[in-house]
Nanobody
Framework: QVQLVESGGGLVQAGGSLRLSCAAS????????LGWFRQAPGKEREFVAA????????YYADSVKGRFTISRDNARNTVYLQMNSLKPEDSAVYYC???????????????WGQGTQVTVSS
């Protein structure tokens, strides 16, 4: 099993920045990829970004390309999501997720964190 704990959410003005962290514990050596998803009230959860644990390959949703950066620190078993130029439509609960066996990094994940709220005011 893998446990995921997100942190770093908060309230920020439009145009501002936040950095989310996701600390992983447990069977992290079996992790293939870590991803970030978000869910706004009344909307479905959507993919934001992902990174493969060993190769460091990155993937982004079109809506965040050029503004968000995903990175990892293997020694700390932590994944980060640097969010710049934030917009009100980025407001959501952001979830970290771990994929263990491969598959689509855009949708197939095995473990989820509890989420952290990001609110962007206009």
């Amino acid at each position: 099993q893998v446990q995921l704990v997100e942190s770093g959410g908060g309230l920020v003005q439009a145009g501002g920045s936040l950095r989310l962290s996701c600390a992983a514990s447990g069977r992290t050596f079996s992790t293939y990829a870590l991803g970030w998803f978000r869910q706004a009230p009344g909307k479905e959860r959507e993919f934001v970004a992902a990174i493969t644990w060993r190769g460091g390959n990155t993937y982004y949703a079109d809506s965040v390309k050029g503004r968000f950066t995903i990175s990892r620190d293997n020694a700390r078993n932590t994944v980060y999501l640097q969010m710049n130029s934030l917009k009100p439509e980025d407001s959501a609960v952001y979830y970290c997720a771990a994929q263990m066996m491969g598959g689509s990094v855009y949708s197939e994940y095995d473990y989820w964190g509890q989420g952290t709220q990001v609110t962007v005011s206009s």
